[in-house]
Nanobody, 122 residues
């Protein structure tokens, strides 16, 4: 499996957009998690790379899109209509398991990137 290295974080104003990316090679299911200071790490979106099934936490539905580019072996998280509460460190995660009992539990993913900071200011 390829090392997970996130890119694309930064600072934006409320309502802005950012796209995070992460390599996908060698994994079966991947997800984006986020963590704010003093908060637990929580799942944002997940995708099975084989069939493309996606999962989202309720707070980002309609605003965020998780996707993959098979030609580039890259995972994306397109984030639109960003809010201050989206401010967090975002982590790319992955597993080689064929199925997961839950796609939004940190324990489902043994591989983690170092994170990329997303800051949304008003």
């Amino acid at each position: 499996q390829v090392e997970l290295v996130e890119s694309g974080g930064g600072s934006v104003q409320v309502g802005g957009s950012l796209t995070l990316s992460c390599p996908t090679s060698g994994y079966t299911c991947m997800a984006w998690f986020r963590q704010s200071p003093g908060q637990e790490r929580t799942g944002v979106a997940a995708i099975y790379l084989g069939n493309g099934n996606t999962y989202y936490t309720d707070s980002v539905k309609g605003r965020f899109t998780i996707s993959q580019d098979n030609a580039k072996n890259t995972l994306y998280l397109q984030m639109n209509s960003l809010k201050p509460e989206d401010t967090a460190m975002y982590y790319c995660t992955a597993t080689t398991a064929s199925t997961l009992l839950t796609q939004m539990a940190p324990g489902s993913y043994p591989y983690w990137g170092q994170g990329t900071q997303v800051t949304v200011s008003s």
